[in-house]
Nanobody
Framework: VQLQASGGGLVQAGGSLRLSCAAS????????LGWFRQAPGKEREFVAF????????RYADSVKGRFTISRDNAKNTLYLQMKSLKPEDTAVYYC?????????????????WGQGTLVTVSS
């Protein structure tokens, strides 16, 4: 599977953005999908994942209640709806996919990555 992330941009604090991740290749519905982010000078960190079955999701504490991960298997697309954005959400956001079982909050669990999309939140 190949992933292409989009939807990043510049937004004021308190605003919203929706990121998309379009997939092509292997059957999309069989992959667990995640979002990670990397701020300047920091390590890549987990944001959210959605299980291949679509029923289970998990979020980092820092985004819980503000971000929502979802997937549309018919469109082969993963989404991340971000609300109440804060300056500390500024980062390059990456989508990732895995067809194996693992700790889905860890980047090592994913074997396919998109190219990243930059989100900048101004104060």
């Amino acid at each position: 599977v190949q992933l292409q992330a989009s939807g990043g941009g510049l937004v004021q604090a308190g605003g919203s953005l929706r990121l998309s991740c379009a997939a092509s290749g292997y059957p999309f519905s069989t992959y667990t999908l995640g979002w990670f982010r990397q701020a300047p000078g920091k390590e890549r960190e987990f944001v959210a994942f959605i299980h291949w079955s679509g029923g289970a999701t998990r979020y980092a504490d820092s985004v819980k209640g503000r971000f929502t991960i979802s997937r549309d298997n018919a469109k082969n697309t993963l989404y991340l709806q971000m609300k109440s954005l804060k300056p500390e959400d500024t980062a390059v956001y990456y989508c990732a996919a895995t067809s194996t079982i693992g700790l889905f909050t860890k980047s090592e669990a994913y074997d396919v990555w998109g190219q990243g999309t930059l989100v900048t939140v101004s104060s």
